[in-house]
């Protein structure tokens, strides 16, 4: 398998503009995680879903984000309108089970100008 | 208070010695336990996980944990300098809830 793969890998956008990051999860994992990544504030959970249905979002910082996962092999993250506070490195992560080890992807380098 | 709790560090420690890497947590009912491995410009992977109370070991790595003191810790023995990064401690409780700490930084001189 080849892992949890992120696109894009890096991201410049000015403020106000629309961002989507994409994740595609290992297969047969239930279990998908969003996580965003600061060196003030560490790693965060955004959001997980569970088969596809998310079931904690309380991390997610405002209503400017917003994950959806339509399938079982796609997950996105969409930040509108951005703001320079929003750059941080985002990663996705999958599990086999709640509990179990998660699976990270490389992340996606977001800078918003 | 948070829900899994690191020094920050940064650690330093001279090649060829211990390092330990120490982490509280708050939830009592919490059942899962890893220690995961950040290096700069990487993202997380796991290099261990312990789910009894005890000492786990895997090659230099030994993880400890404590239910009753609510600790876990993570040793490695030999510390080489490709040891220098992020450790990062994971919580998971019985809700499947995760908790990342904010990681150590530990480096190794050579």
């Known amino acids: 398998d080849a892992g949890v793969i992120q696109s894009p890998r890096h991201e410049v956008t000015e403020m106000g503009q629309e961002v989507t990051l994409r994740c595609k999860p290992i297969s047969g994992h239930d279990y998908l995680f969003w996580y965003r990544q600061t060196m003030m504030r560490g790693l965060e959970l955004l959001i997980y879903f569970n088969n596809n249905v998310p079931i904690d979002d309380s991390g997610m910082p405002e209503d400017r984000f917003s994950a959806k996962m339509p399938n079982a092999s796609f997950s996105t993250l969409k930040i509108q309108p951005s703001e320079p506070r929003d750059s941080a490195v985002y990663f996705c992560a999958s599990s086999p089970g709640g509990g179990f080890e998660q699976f990270f992807g490389p992340g996606t380098r977001l800078t918003v100008l | ?110």
Do not use: H
Request: glycine fraction near 8%; hydrophobic fraction near 30%.
């Open chain 2, 1 to 110: 208070q948070k829900e899994v709790e690191q020094n920050s560090g940064p650690l330093s420690v001279p090649e060829g010695a211990i390092a330990s890497l120490n982490c509280t947590y708050s939830d009592r009912g919490s059942q899962s336990f890893f220690w995961y491995r950040q290096y700069s410009g990487k993202s997380p992977e796991l290099i261990m996980f312990i789910y009894s109370n005890g000492d786990k070991e895997d090659g230099r790595f030994t993880a400890q944990l404590n239910k009753a003191s609510q600790y876990v810790s993570l040793l490695i023995r030999d510390s080489q300098p490709s040891d220098s990064a992020t450790y990062l401690c994971a919580v998971s409780n019985t809700g499947n809830q995760f908790y990342f700490g904010t990681g150590t930084s530990l480096t190794v001189i050579p």
